[in-house]
C-alpha cells in the first residue's frame, strides 16, 4: 500500500475553491433563504441593509466609467438622453416629402441609397 501526501499546491486549490464556491453562498445568505419550493430560495429584500443611496451607487457607476475602470460588458451603463419631444405625425411627414427641392430629394435618396 502507498500512502499519498497531499501536496501544497493542491492543499491551496481545495481552499480557493471551496472559497469560490462558498462565499456567493454566505454573501446572499443575509436576505435569501433556502425554501421548498420550485426556485429552492425565498427572498427577504427588507433583510438587506445597504449604507449607500442609489444616488451614489450611480455616481459611482459614473465614475467608473468615465475612469475607464469597468471590465467589458460592465461600460454600457445607461446614460440618459435628452428627451426630443414629441415627433412628428404621418401627414407632417407625406407634406415635407411633397414640398422638398429637387436638390433636397437627391441628397435624401443618396443617403439612403444602397451603394
Do not use: C, W
Not at 457607476?61 to 412628428?88: C, F, H, V, W
Amino acid at each position: 500500500m502507498t500512502q499519498q501526501r497531499l501536496s501544497l499546491s493542491s492543499m491551496i486549490a481545495a481552499a480557493a475553491a471551496v472559497a469560490a464556491l462558498g462565499l456567493p453562498g454566505m454573501a446572499s445568505a443575509a436576505y435569501e433563504h433556502p425554501a421548498n419550493n420550485e426556485i429552492g430560495v425565498i427572498v427577504h429584500p427588507e433583510h438587506f441593509k445597504s449604507e449607500k443611496t442609489r444616488a451614489q451607487v450611480k455616481a459611482e457607476a459614473e465614475a467608473a466609467m468615465r475612469q475607464g475602470r469597468l471590465s467589458y460588458g460592465e461600460s454600457n451603463y445607461p446614460i440618459r438622453t435628452p428627451d426630443a419631444g414629441p415627433g412628428k405625425t404621418r401627414v407632417q411627414v407625406i407634406n415635407e416629402l411633397r414640398s422638398e427641392s429637387p436638390a433636397e430629394r437627391d441628397a435624401r435618396l443618396r443617403l439612403y441609397s444602397a451603394g
